[in-house]
């Protein structure tokens, strides 16, 4: 069956909806915000390299994800520089170099501008295939080490003092992060992936006091923002990624209110 581009990009919200759902939460509560919006900036070259030499845009973004997770372990280690400090200086990096060498092919063909907010109405087939192998591998990967991720995310010093490798859910929860933001990205692009990934889980964690809820909330927040952000993007003419993330942005603002006023 040939999916029409509108039902493709319906398919293709509800899985970055279902990734949100899992994946949002613990970018959240291993405070990887910021460190999530760097990945996705400094993405950025490697998708207009892909486009320059004519080769998938995702695959670039894809190798650009892996060299950049590498680098920030490394400058993360450098003395007297945290890992905050690390983030934003890859973040600059990444994305003034992408910059640069799209403004170097002058009037070239290089699709800079859905890079950045994304194609929605222009995701393919291919697009939804490697997002449901993603949710696939995140599914199975956390299956397999939830325990250990979880048990260093609400207690670092205890998972350590209890004979634990940190490595193993650092590596992890990075790996799943990166894998998200980059499948993202040819919906909701560079700038906006963050919003579509991350907002939801904040908000849920606003509106909700079990933990346990946090998945679900975010999953209904995220596919509500996607529905009414395609609903706008349809009937108004405009861009789908930056409707998603106003309507994400707006619920997260609605939130604080509702907390506010409860407590």
Same mark, same amino acid.
């Given at each position: 069956?040939?999916?029409?581009?509108?039902?493709?990009?319906?398919?293709?919200?509800?899985?970055?909806?279902?990734?949100?759902?899992?994946?949002?939460?613990?970018?959240?509560?291993?405070?990887?915000?910021?460190?999530?919006?760097? @990945?996705?900036?400094?993405?950025?070259?490697?998708?207009?390299?892909?486009?320059?030499?004519?080769?998938?845009?995702?695959?670039?973004?894809?190798?650009?994800?892996?060299?950049? %997770?590498?680098?920030?372990?490394?400058?993360?280690?450098?003395?007297?520089?945290?890992?905050?400090?690390? %983030?934003?200086?890859? @973040?600059?990096?990444?994305? &003034?170099?992408?910059?640069? @060498?799209?403004?170097?092919?002058?009037?070239?063909?290089?699709?800079?501008?859905?890079?950045?907010?994304?194609?929605?109405?222009?995701?393919?087939?291919?697009?939804?295939?490697?997002? &449901?192998?993603?949710?696939?591998?995140?599914?199975?990967?956390?299956?397999?080490?939830?325990?250990?991720?979880?048990?260093?995310?609400?207690?670092?010093?205890?998972?350590?003092?209890?004979?634990?490798?940190?490595?193993?859910?650092?590596?992890?929860?990075?790996?799943?992060?990166?894998? %998200?933001?980059? /499948?993202?990205?040819?919906?909701?692009?560079?700038?906006?992936?963050?919003?579509?990934?991350?907002?939801?889980?904040? %908000?849920?964690?606003?509106?909700?006091?079990?933990?346990?809820?946090?998945?679900? /909330?975010?999953?209904?927040?995220?596919?509500?923002?996607?529905?009414?952000?395609?609903?706008?993007?349809?009937?108004?003419?405009?861009?789908?990624?930056?409707?998603?993330?106003?309507?994400?942005?707006?619920?997260?603002?609605?939130? @604080?209110?509702?907390?506010?006023?409860?407590?």
């Amino acid at each position: 069956m040939i999916l029409s581009y509108l039902e493709r990009a319906a398919v293709e919200l509800l899985l970055l909806s279902m990734l949100a759902a899992i994946v949002g939460p613990l970018i959240v509560m291993r405070g990887r915000a910021f460190y999530s919006v760097a @990945l996705s900036h400094a993405t950025f070259p490697g998708g207009v390299i892909a486009a320059m030499l004519g080769i998938n845009v995702l695959f670039g973004q894809a190798v650009a994800a892996l060299l950049l %997770t590498v680098l920030l372990a490394l400058l993360s280690r450098v003395k007297r520089q945290g890992a905050g400090t690390a %983030t934003g200086i890859v @973040l600059v990096f990444g994305f &003034a170099l992408g910059s640069l @060498l799209a403004s170097l092919q002058g009037g070239s063909s290089i699709p800079v501008e859905s890079l950045l907010i994304g194609s929605l109405f222009g995701v393919q087939t291919t697009d939804i295939v490697v997002a &449901a192998v993603v949710l696939g591998c995140v599914v199975a990967v956390l299956g397999f080490t939830h325990r250990a991720l979880f048990y260093d995310t609400f207690d670092r010093i205890g998972f350590r003092a209890a004979g634990g490798n940190p490595l193993l859910p650092e590596l992890v929860a990075t790996a799943i992060t990166a894998a %998200t933001i980059v /499948v993202a990205m040819p919906a909701v692009g560079a700038i906006l992936a963050v919003s579509l990934v991350v907002g939801p889980a904040a %908000t849920a964690q606003l509106l909700v006091r079990n933990i346990a809820w946090v998945p679900p /909330v975010a999953f209904i927040l995220a596919v509500t923002a996607s529905a009414v952000g395609l609903w706008l993007s349809w009937h108004f003419a405009v861009a789908a990624g930056g409707a998603i993330g106003l309507v994400v942005a707006l619920l997260f603002l609605l939130s @604080l209110g509702v907390r506010a006023i409860r407590t």
